[in-house]
């Protein structure tokens, strides 16, 4: 009978480790970046956390957008204001997958996960009534263009519709 309630109690401690576990896309910046870095290295580097260090400034250097953004949180970049590479560096020189390394960072700087990559609108599929103002202005925006004397919804609506055919290709 104990035997059984330990059993039962460790089933569900690992059942609730697994469900707290963290996924790609609770961190997905992260997750997506590091597993792309890690792509990068040759195996003599994957072993010293020092060349993993170097390697991923060198890495920084060509990120852009929320990668980029990344690379300051941990250190990677010149401008950054504190450095936590080795809480990266480490356990990838030890193996450990990209999703465990950033439930690690997650502990150190919650901002890390708070990296999100914006959603892409379709806009062959989607109704622009149903949008935000501010996504139009965003779809605007992405396109380098401007709706002088827009006010209403309707009017954003009507210059994006007058500017689709130049920016929006119908797949056939």
């Known amino acids: 009978m104990k035997s059984q309630i330990l059993c039962t109690l460790f ?4 059942l609730a480790q697994i ?9 997905e910046v992260c997750v997506k970046t590091i597993r792309k870095f890690a792509e990068t290295l040759d195996d003599a580097t994957k072993k010293d956390y020092k060349l993993i260090e170097n390697e991923f400034k060198k890495f920084c250097k060509t990120q852009k957008n929320k990668e980029q953004r990344l690379c300051y949180y941990l250190g990677g970049l010149e401008e950054s204001a504190t450095g936590i590479l080795n809480e990266m560096s480490k356990p990838l020189s030890w193996s450990m ?20 990559y ?3 609108i379709d806009l062959n599929a989607v109704d622009l009534k149903k949008l935000k103002v501010r996504d139009l202005k965003k779809i605007l925006n992405d396109w380098d263009e401007t709706c002088d004397g827009c006010l209403e919804k309707t009017d954003f609506i009507k210059r994006i519709e007058e500017l689709k055919p130049k920016y929006v290709r119908n797949e056939l």
């Open 11 to 14: 089933v569900g401690l690992v």
């Open 118 to 120: 914006e959603k892409q």
């Open 19 to 27: 469900s707290y576990a963290l996924k790609e896309e609770d961190c």
């Open 97 to 116: 997958p990209a999703e465990k390394v950033c439930e690690k960072l997650k502990k150190k700087d919650s901002q890390i996960c708070d990296l999100r």
